[in-house]
């Protein structure tokens, strides 16, 4: 018989699993950086930047004195942190990179258009010349897109085609600009890891959910990888039928948690105000931001600009325990200002009176988006 649980404690416990309820639950400095991407289990990477790129702010929303290079040393320095895919571009942990290597195997499975001499003739320059940019390669003869978001550069293409296979790897980031390096020579493999078996990964995926969502359901679980969602359910079923996760229900929505983290204590801490990324593990499900908490964010920077409600790039804002407001930010670098484009005021959350901590948090953000 499953449990009754609330929407608001579900809520709570789903913000403290987010470490969204604590000041600076990482600490600080650079070493809190690996702690963050390690307990959320991927940071989203995207590469708009009409404020800080997604990855440094979602950061920065955890990490109080959080600054950009924290990431770049632990990818490129520390390598605590590789770049591949969760649901999407992102970073992960390093210590999970098995999780990721089946997906690789897989990749070099898949048909492509890359032909064989081009991918050999990108992983022959790194291996003699060391780690590359696709700016340091000059001698391309460019070709017809195959698809809209596809390179003219052949030599692009097989490096993104060796970053998916595994083969090379992404050593640094600086904005949109990718240093790739032999994954064997960037992580100092003499040999390297064997992939985690499928039932390990099941096991890794079904953690990783209830460590950063607290509360999880199927879809939360498998969120854009439907293919695994038997398997998955069979997984929690078996860990139901030991005692190690709870059946509950939430406005009649099956839900899973374990003992310990409903048992726990989740008292209503002192107002905390954080201006959210549209990618942030929060807001990224949106049925699952929708269900709890009452809020259907939309992304409209592709919607033309006369059907836009909320702006080209509107940050929600939480407030306690509530989506209070959607702020269009634009940060302009060159006079050296963060300006409010639009504010929305949203639903119950709608009190004026946040109008105060909401703008000591815009000026926090404003110093974070300037920092250099």
């Known amino acids: ?201 099941l096991n890794h995926l079904l953690d990783r959910a209830l460590r950063s969502q607290g509360v999880v359901s199927l879809e939360s679980v498998c969120y854009m990888d439907a293919p695994r969602k038997k398997a998955m359910r069979n997984l929690i079923e078996a860990r139901r039928r030991r005692s190690e996760l709870v059946s509950i229900e939430i406005e009649g929505v099956a839900h899973w948690a374990r003992p310990e983290t409903l048992d726990a204590s989740y008292d209503d801490a002192p107002e905390r105000v954080h201006i959210l990324s549209p990618f942030d593990p929060l807001i990224i499900q949106r049925k699952r931001l929708a269900f709890f908490f009452d809020y259907e964010h939309v992304f409209e920077a592709y919607v033309p600009k006369p059907k836009r409600k909320y702006g080209y790039f509107a940050l929600p804002v939480l407030v306690d325990d509530g989506i209070a407001a959607a702020l269009d930010l634009k940060t302009d670098r060159e006079r050296g200002k963060l300006l409010v484009q639009q504010w929305t005021w949203l639903g119950a959350r709608a009190n004026r009176t946040h109008k105060t901590s909401i703008e000591e948090a815009l000026h926090r953000f404003e110093r974070f988006q300037l920092a250099r």
């Open 1 to 201: 018989m499953a449990t009754t649980v609330s929407k608001s404690r579900a809520r709570r416990i789903w913000l403290h699993s987010q470490r969204l309820d604590e000041t600076a639950p990482f600490g600080g400095g650079p070493e809190a950086t690996r702690l963050a991407v390690e307990h959320l289990g991927y940071v989203q990477i995207d590469t708009i930047n009409v404020i800080e790129r997604c990855h440094h702010h979602i950061l920065f929303t955890r990490i109080p004195d959080y600054r950009c290079e924290h990431l770049r040393a632990a990818q490129s320095i520390d390598k605590s942190v590789f770049e591949y895919r969760a649901h999407a571009l992102a970073y992960l942990p390093t210590k999970d990179i098995r999780h990721s290597l089946a997906a690789m195997k897989r990749h070099r499975q898949k048909p492509t258009t890359v032909k064989s001499e081009e991918l050999r003739k990108v992983l022959t320059r790194i291996r003699k010349q060391g780690a590359l940019t696709i700016r340091d390669i000059d001698d391309d003869v460019l070709v017809e897109k195959d698809h809209a978001w596809a390179s003219r550069k052949p030599s692009e293409r097989a490096l993104t085609r060796a970053f998916y296979c595994g083969r090379i790897t992404v050593s640094e980031r600086i904005g949109i600009l990718k240093t790739y390096e032999l994954s064997e020579r960037h992580f100092g493999w003499e040999h390297p890891p064997r992939p985690a078996p499928e039932r390990e990964t």
